[in-house]
C-alpha cells in the first residue's frame, strides 16, 4: 500500500506544480502590462515596481493554489482512469477512497498553507503596495491620475486627457464647494508638483468658467495650490488588510458598543477561512470527476477548471452580494459555495466508489 500511495502521490504533484507553474504564468502577464505601464508612462521607479510585484505573489497564490489543485487532481485521476489503472486497483480489492484518504491529507496541509497566506501574508503584502503607491504618489502625482479617469483630490475633481510623468494635456478640474465657487477650469497643458503635502499646479492656456454665475474668464497660466492633507501621506488600513485576530477584536469592540455595521468584517472574516477551504474542495471534486473522464488531454482538463472556478468565483460573488444586502448571514454566505461544490464532488466520488 505504501508503494502504491507514493505512486500516485507523485503523479497529482506533479501534475499540480505544472499547473501551478502554468496558472500563475497566465496571471502574471495579465499583470505585467499594468506593471509596466507604471515604469514607461508613470514615471514610476524599477526598483519600486519590482517590490509591488513581490508583494503581489502572496495575492496571487490565494488564487493559483486552489487552481492548480483543482487541475492537477483532473490531469492526474484522468490519466489514472484512462489507463485503467483505478479500474485494477478496485478489481484488487482496494477502495478508491483510500487513494482519496491520500489526496485529502495533502489538500488540508495547502488549506492550512492558504489560512496563513489569507490571514498573514495578504494583508500584509496589500497594505504595503498601498503604501508604496502612495508614497510614489509624493514624487510623482501622475501615479494617482489616469489618462482619461477622474481623480479627486479634496474639493476638487482632475480629469487628464493624457498624462506623462508630471505634465498633462486637456486638463479639466471642477471644484466641488458648492454654491457660486462651483468652477470649472480647462487647460490645453498642465505641470505638476507636490511640496509638503500641497499638490501645486501651473496651468496654461484655458479658461474659467461658472456655470451659475455664467461667466467665463481666459487665461494664459494659471497656478493652483491644493492640500491634499492625509490623503497621500497616510494610509488607512481596511478591512483587508486585516488579520483574523485583528478583524475578531474589531467585531467585539464594535458589539460592545452596540454597533451595527459589523457586516463587512463578519463577511472578511468568514471569506478568509472559507476561501482557503477551496482547495480542499477542490481536490475532492477533481477527484470525483477524473474518475469519468478517460482521456489525458490537458486542454480540456485546463478548460474544465476553468468552468468549474468560474461557476465557483461567480457563486461566491453572488453569496458575498446577499451577505452584503443581509438576505444572508456572513456566516452561512461565505461558506455555501464551499458546501455546494462539495456536495458535487462528493456525489461523483461516490459513484467512482459504487460502480
Known amino acids: 500500500m505504501k508503494i502504491l500511495r507514493n505512486y500516485f502521490l507523485k503523479e497529482f504533484l506533479g501534475q499540480f506544480l505544472l499547473s501551478l507553474a502554468a496558472i500563475t504564468l497566465v496571471m502574471v502577464l495579465g499583470n505585467f502590462a499594468k506593471l509596466s505601464d507604471m515604469v514607461v508612462r508613470k ?35 484522468g490519466r489514472l482512469n484512462s489507463d485503467n489503472e483505478i479500474t485494477a486497483i478496485k478489481t484488487l480489492g ?6 482519496l484518504s491520500v489526496y485529502i491529507t495533502l489538500g488540508i496541509l495547502i488549506t492550512l498553507l492558504l489560512i496563513i497566506i489569507n490571514d498573514r501574508l495578504v494583508p500584509y503584502a496589500h497594505y504595503n503596495s ?13 501615479s494617482f491620475i489616469e489618462p482619461g479617469k477622474f481623480s479627486q483630490f479634496n474639493n476638487m475633481i482632475i480629469f487628464a486627457q493624457d498624462a506623462k510623468r508630471n505634465k498633462l494635456k486637456k486638463v479639466f478640474i471642477y471644484r466641488t464647494a458648492g454654491g457660486e465657487n462651483s468652477n470649472i477650469i480647462f487647460a490645453e497643458r498642465g505641470e505638476f508638483a507636490i511640496e ?20 467665463r474668464i481666459q487665461y494664459k497660466t494659471q497656478f493652483m495650490d491644493i492640500p491634499l492633507g492625509q490623503e497621500i501621506s497616510r494610509t488607512k488600513r481596511k478591512t483587508c488588510d486585516m488579520s483574523l485576530k485583528e478583524l475578531k477584536r474589531e467585531i467585539n469592540a464594535l458589539k460592545k458598543q452596540n454597533l451595527n455595521n459589523v457586516i463587512p468584517l463578519e463577511i472578511e472574516l468568514h ?44 457563486s461566491y460573488l453572488g453569496a458575498k452580494a446577499l451577505s452584503f444586502k443581509g438576505f444572508l448571514s456572513p456566516a452561512l454566505g ?19 466508489c459504487v460502480y
Open 43 to 77: 514615471g514610476i521607479p524599477l526598483n519600486t515596481v519590482a517590490k509591488l510585484f513581490l508583494y503581489f505573489i502572496p495575492y496571487l497564490l490565494k488564487y493559483s493554489l486552489p487552481l492548480a489543485c483543482l487541475m492537477g487532481m483532473l490531469l492526474a485521476s
Open 94 to 99: 482496494i477502495s478508491p477512497l483510500k487513494l
Open 130 to 142: 498601498m503604501k508604496i503607491i502612495k508614497s510614489a504618489g509624493k514624487k510623482n502625482i501622475t
Open 196 to 215: 509638503k503635502n500641497i499638490l501645486k499646479i501651473k496651468l496654461e492656456d484655458g479658461f474659467i468658467q461658472n456655470p451659475r454665475m455664467q461667466y
Open 271 to 314: 471569506d478568509k477561512i472559507s476561501f482557503s477551504f477551496s482547495a480542499l474542495i477542490f481536490i475532492i471534486l477533481g477527484f470525483g470527476l477524473g474518475t469519468k473522464i478517460r482521456h489525458r488531454s490537458r486542454g480540456i482538463n485546463f478548460g474544465l477548471s476553468s468552468l468549474i472556478a468560474l461557476l465557483y468565483y461567480l
Open 334 to 352: 461565505m461558506w455555501i459555495p464551499n458546501f455546494i461544490f462539495l456536495a458535487v464532488g462528493l456525489f461523483f466520488t461516490y459513484k467512482a
